[in-house]
T-cell receptor, first 109, second 115 residues
Framework: GQNIDQPTEMTATEGAIVQINCTYQTSGFNGLFWYQQHAGEAPTFLSYNVLDGLEEKGRFSSFLSRSKGYSYLLLKELQMKDSASYLCAALDSNYQLIWGAGTKLIIKP | GAVVSQHPSWVICKSGTSVKIECRSLDFQATTMFWYRQFPKQSLMLMATSNEGSKATYEQGVEKDKFLINHASLTLSTLTVTSAHPEDSSFYIC???????????FGPGTRLTVL
């Protein structure tokens, strides 16, 4: 079956760095997405990786290893507004997104 | 670019009534639109996938006669919750993709409360 695993909740301190891991098992693979979702709002796109390696975009970076079925989202210089759920989603061979349950990130002052 | 709107943002209705939610792609042509439902503290659950001009493909366990989806144009899809009941209360989110399927652009969501 298809499956996405990510931690349920993480806590980090303002100004610090946090890494949110995601492992996936899908029927075929056409890329991996990270979305940010604040409570009561729709998800917003953060990153898309289809090739191995690290993609950096400002304070956020995303890494992919296709051979390991593994990705992580790295958030630097954490701000209070980064408190949100972070959703990992893999695009399978039918171009359907398989969603993880999300990681709730709590930022403390 | 790539803006998706949803209307209404929130709706409260009585049990037994039907509710229509609109999803529009404002600045691109959406070849495929997706409808999701999200219960509190849970991840997105895909309900159905719709391509313009064809019938929607429903996920297992989603009643197609209860959740009517119409994708009549490249910029508009509608979800109608027929004979809504309190257990249908949820956050309904649509998303849309352009031709390459790679990124889904999400609407702001519609919060439905059925009394």
């Amino acid at each position: 079956g298809q499956n996405i695993d990510q931690p349920t909740e993480m806590t980090a301190t303002e100004g610090a760095i946090v890494q949110i891991n995601c492992t996936y098992q899908t029927s075929g693979f056409n890329g991996l997405f990270w979305y940010q979702q604040h409570a009561g709002e729709a998800p917003t796109f953060l990153s898309y990786n289809v090739l191995d390696g690290l993609e950096e975009k400002g304070r956020f970076s995303s890494f992919l290893s296709r051979s390991k079925g593994y990705s992580y989202l790295l958030l630097k210089e954490l701000q209070m507004k980064d408190s949100a759920s972070y959703l990992c989603a893999a695009l399978d061979s039918n171009y359907q997104l398989i969603w993880g349950a999300g990681t709730k990130l709590i930022i403390k002052p | 670019g790539a803006v998706v709107s949803q209307h209404p943002s929130w709706v409260i209705c009585k049990s037994g009534t039907s509710v229509k939610i609109e999803c529009r792609s404002l600045d691109f042509q959406a070849t495929t639109m997706f409808w999701y439902r999200q219960f509190p503290k849970q991840s997105l659950m895909l309900m159905a996938t719709s391509n313009e001009g064809s019938k929607a493909t429903y996920e297992q366990g989603v009643e197609k006669d209860k959740f009517l989806i119409n994708h009549a144009s490249l910029t508009l899809s509608t979800l109608t919750v027929t004979s809504a009941h309190p257990e249908d209360s949820s956050f309904y989110i649509c998303s849309a993709t352009e031709r390459d399927y790679n990124e889904q652009f999400f609407g702001p969501g519609t919060r439905l409360t059925v009394l």
